[in-house]
T-cell receptor
Framework: QKEVEQNSGPLSVPEGAIASLNCTYS??????FFWYRQYSGKSPELIMS????GDKEDGRFTAQLNKASQYVSLLIRDSQPSDSATYLC??????????FGAGTRLTVKP | IAGITQAPTSQILAAGRRMTLRCTQD?????MYWYRQDLGLGLRLIHY???????GKGEVPDGYSVSRANTDDFPLTLASAVPSQTSVYFC????????????FGPGTRLTVL
């Protein structure tokens, strides 16, 4: 059974702090890993992708992948109130199968 | 049109009725997908199409059908709606298969009574 698990939250951080979002997955043949941001009532938006072990940075966002531990994380530095959203972790197993976690709701308090 | 459009935005439907959700993209992406999103369950793949003329089943295909007559359009049909199909439906596309991530449409909120 392929599963992607996230803590549903809510995760609350003060403005300017680092938000840390975590995701574990249960299948070792996973190929690609993604983080999507979804504002309330809107559609998911791709914000990060990572394909190999280690860190990948893009602006205030850093994705971390550890395939041995089957663990993916997203760090948001200098969190802003506009970062308040639900963050979805996704894992693709082949070209036709991408599984999503249920999402972690993040609130950044001014 | 820019990106993916879906219609209708929302719909209330009586159980047993037939319903087609429309999806159109103007990015010339080969691959298109239909997901449903339910609270606590996340997004689940219903059907996909790697290219015009081909379709495949996802994780939760029962009760749904799709067609892909051309690159731009990927309609999802509920032949006889049931209350468990109440959900938010997202159409998505990709230009590199799933390796490149997905672009999502705005979604259709469907309520089956």
């Amino acid at each position: 059974q392929k599963e992607v698990e996230q803590n549903s939250g809510p995760l609350s951080v003060p403005e300017g702090a680092i938000a840390s979002l975590n995701c574990t997955y249960s299948d070792r043949v996973s190929q690609s890993f993604f983080w999507y941001r979804q504002y309330s009532g809107k559609s998911p938006e791709l914000i990060m992708s990572i394909y190999s072990n280690g860190d990948k940075e893009d602006g205030r966002f850093t994705a971390q992948l550890n395939k041995a531990s089957q663990y993916v994380s997203l760090l948001i530095r200098d969190s802003q109130p506009s970062d308040s959203a639900t963050y979805l972790c996704a894992v693709s197993y082949n070209n036709n199968d991408m599984r999503f976690g249920a999402g972690t709701r993040l609130t950044v308090k001014p | 049109i820019a990106g993916i459009t879906q219609a209708p935005t929302s719909q209330i439907l009586a159980a047993g009725r037939r319903m087609t959700l429309r999806c159109t993209q103007d990015m010339r992406h080969n691959a298109m997908y239909w997901y449903r999103q339910d609270l606590g369950l996340g997004l689940r793949l219903i059907h996909y199409s790697n290219t015009a003329g081909t379709t495949g089943k996802g994780e939760v295909p029962d009760g749904y059908s799709v067609s892909r007559a051309n690159t731009d359009d990927f309609p999802l049909t509920l032949a006889s709606a049931v209350p468990s199909q109440t959900s938010v439906y997202f159409c998505a596309s990709s230009d590199l298969g799933l390796a490149g991530g997905l672009y999502f449409g705005p979604g259709t909120r469907l309520t089956v009574l």
